[in-house]
Structures are given as structure tokens and as C-alpha cells.
């Protein structure tokens, strides 16, 4: 008698003799079927896969949506845009979404006005986030913390905290709404995130509203020196893939531009930082010939840091126009005067300090 084995096929059981015949018809025509059936579902899920895979390659192509720190990726927020422009709301499926188109229009409602040009509503909307919205931590980070709702646009405007990328999606989000291009730029590192938004010139410029927000924080004085900036500027300070973005090249809605006063005699220059630097000023801007001797400029702008010591410093940047205008763009820092107290303030204070770690050296 021949031996018989058990083989186990697509989930069917099939009796076969030594040599391989099949001893069923009657199975062998329903295990063919159930293989074809099997075949189809794998068929099916490769497509799904591969078409899930393809997705993920679009959005891992896109210089915006990138993964921060391989732990936090930036979403599109282009639904909500979308809802706001339309006035549907219907597509919007979760409660946050939804709160944040209702939190998002009544912003624009209460900054902005029709007869607003583009520009105008977004120097209204840098100017209120840089004086409503609290930054988190004191580092450049764009990984969220806490509850994670420093990096939403909802978490942005309910709690009015943020991180960089908060800034940076927040901003996005409110520029889309107005009808603008507006994108997330990221680091080499991805440690910091702003933005480039399209004005109604046709041409791009680079916005951080968080170096904005945090250049001063205990000042009401509003800091535009990263306000409208051209790649050329903006690379000075920042590396980032610039060609996987549109490039920064505006000047005519520049806030250098648009503000800058005409400086006839440079030799005033010292004298015009020293009352600005007094009245507590974050950045100011001067039309100078595109002659001026920047050698002299240097040597006032590094003696007078000199000068300041660790309560300060004062840095110089040049914008050149079209016409050949050159605007010379200044910023100012302050060190915090709560930041230089004397142990000598708190009393025994000295005596702990000694006690942990050592006696200081006369």
C-alpha cells in the first residue's frame, strides 16, 4: 500500500501518495480555485502596499512635510486653508481641525480688513504672534514638549505657546488662509523651522517669526529683523537645502525696505545707535549711498560692542535694492540685567555655594 503524506497548501489540506498523484479530482479543482483566490488577495494587497509606499515617498519628497528628530512630522494643514477660503466645512472630520478653522477665522477677523494689502495682513499677523504667543524653552528646538500642543496651529492659537514649528505651521496656516503661497523651511539639522510666503509682487520671501518672538521677550518693542529677509541674508546664519525650496529674492516688501530712513552723513551713525540702543530699540534701518564706506560702519558698529561689554551688542547687515539702493539693517541685543546679580544679593548665599562647591579663588 502506498504511503501517504500531508501537505499543507493556501490553508487547504490535500491528500497526495508517494509519487505525487492527487487522489481527488473533486479537491484538486477546489484547491486551484482557492489558489487563484489567494493569488488575487496577495495581488490586491502588493497594490495597496505599493500604493501606500508611493504615498509616503510623496510626502517624504516634499521638503515641508518632513519628520523632526524621527519622532514629530509636520502635517498639511491645507484642509483647513481649504474650509476657510470655500466657507465648506463639511470636509473638516476631526473636532481640532474644525476649532482650529473657528479660532484661525476669528483672528483674521480681529487683525486683519479687506482694505488690507497682503503685505499689511501679514505684518499684522507677525506683529501678533510675536506679541501674543509665549515661546517654549530657551533653545531654538522644534521637537514639541509638554503636551505636544506647542506645535499645532491649534495648540498655537488655544494655548498661545510655541516652539519653532508651532511658529512656523501657525504662520503657514494663517498666510494659506488669506489666499497666499506660504511654506515651512527646515535646518540641515532639522532643529529649526520658519517660513518663505509668495507676496503679491510674485516674489518669495523668508519670515522667522519665532527669532522675532524671542529676540526680546521681556520688551514690547516688536523685532522685525527676521521680517521679509532674502536667501542671501537669511544664509548668513542659516544652512538649509535652499534647492528644495523657492528662492528668497524679494526686496520690495522687505520691512528694511518699506522702513528704512535716509542716512545723508554717516558720520552721525554713532550718535543715531546710541539713542536707539538707549531707547531700548530692537533693530532700526538706513538708506546709505551705495558708495558708503563700509569700513567705517564696521569699525562703529564693533567699537561701540566693545564698548557695551556683556550688557549687549549691535549687528550690521546690508540689503541692496534693485535701483541700487543699499539699506544698512542694524539689530540690537540686550542681555537680561536680572541675569548679572551678584551672589553678594542673597544673603549666605556664599557660605552654600562654598559649603558645595568650594571656596572661590582670590
Known amino acids: 500500500m502506498n504511503k501517504k503524506f500531508l501537505a499543507i497548501l493556501g490553508g487547504g489540506l490535500i491528500t497526495v ?4 498523484t492527487i487522489l481527488s479530482t473533486s479537491l484538486t479543482f477546489q484547491m486551484s480555485n482557492k489558489i487563484t483566490d489567494r493569488i488575487s488577495v496577495v495581488q490586491d494587497n502588493v497594490t495597496t502596499l505599493s500604493q501606500a509606499m508611493i504615498e509616503e515617498k510623496k ?12 519622532q514629530y512630522p509636520i502635517l498639511d494643514t491645507s484642509n483647513i486653508s481649504d474650509a476657510y477660503i470655500t466657507q465648506d466645512s463639511s470636509k473638516l472630520t476631526t473636532p481640532e481641525d474644525k476649532e482650529t478653522l473657528q479660532l484661525a477665522s476669528e483672528l483674521l477677523k480681529k487683525i486683519t480688513t479687506d482694505k488690507m ?17 509665549v515661546y517654549e524653552g530657551n533653545n531654538l ?5 509638554g503636551n505636544g500642543a506647542t506645535h499645532t496651529p491649534y495648540g498655537v492659537l488655544k494655548y498661545k505657546k510655541a516652539v519653532c514649528v508651532g511658529y512656523a505651521t501657525t504662520f503657514k496656516l494663517l498666510m494659506n488662509m488669506l489666499g497666499a503661497d506660504c511654506m515651512v523651511e527646515h535646518d540641515n539639522d532639522f532643529s529649526h523651522s520658519w517660513n518663505v510666503v509668495k507676496l503679491d509682487d510674485g516674489q518669495w520671501y523668508i519670515v522667522d517669526n519665532y527669532y522675532d518672538s524671542c529676540n526680546n521677550p521681556n520688551s514690547k518693542v516688536i523685532s522685525h529683523a527676521n521680517f521679509n529677509l532674502t536667501n542671501d541674508i537669511f544664509t548668513i546664519d542659516h544652512a538649509f537645502q535652499t534647492e528644495n525650496y523657492p528662492v528668497a529674492a524679494g526686496t520690495k516688501y522687505s520691512y528694511a525696505a518699506q522702513n528704512a530712513v535716509d542716512l545723508k552723513d554717516i558720520k552721525q551713525l554713532p550718535k543715531l545707535l546710541s539713542q536707539n540702543y538707549k531707547k531700548k ?18 569699525a562703529v558698529i564693533n567699537g561701540a560692542s566693545l564698548r557695551l561689554g556683556e550688557a549687549g551688542s549691535i549687528n550690521a547687515e546690508y ?4 535701483d541700487d539702493t543699499v539699506i544698512l539693517t542694524i539689530t540690537f541685543i540686550y542681555m537680561d540685567d536680572n541675569l548679572t546679580a551678584d551672589e553678594s544679593s542673597y544673603p549666605k548665599l556664599t557660605d552654600e555655594l562654598d559649603k558645595y ?5 582670590e
Do not use: R
Open 357 to 361: 562647591f568650594g571656596q572661590t579663588m
Open 17 to 20: 501518495s508517494a509519487v505525487g
Open 319 to 322: 540689503l541692496k535694492l534693485p
Open 281 to 298: 530699540q530692537l533693530d532700526c534701518y538706513y538708506k546709505v549711498s551705495k558708495d558708503v564706506d563700509c569700513n567705517y560702519i564696521a
Open 59 to 70: 510626502t517624504d519628497d516634499d521638503p515641508q512635510y518632513v519628520t523632526i528628530a524621527s
Open 141 to 145: 528646538s522644534s521637537i514639541p514638549t
Open 117 to 133: 494689502s497682503l503685505y499689511e495682513k501679514e505684518l499684522e499677523i507677525h506683529d501678533w504672534m510675536a506679541t501674543n504667543i
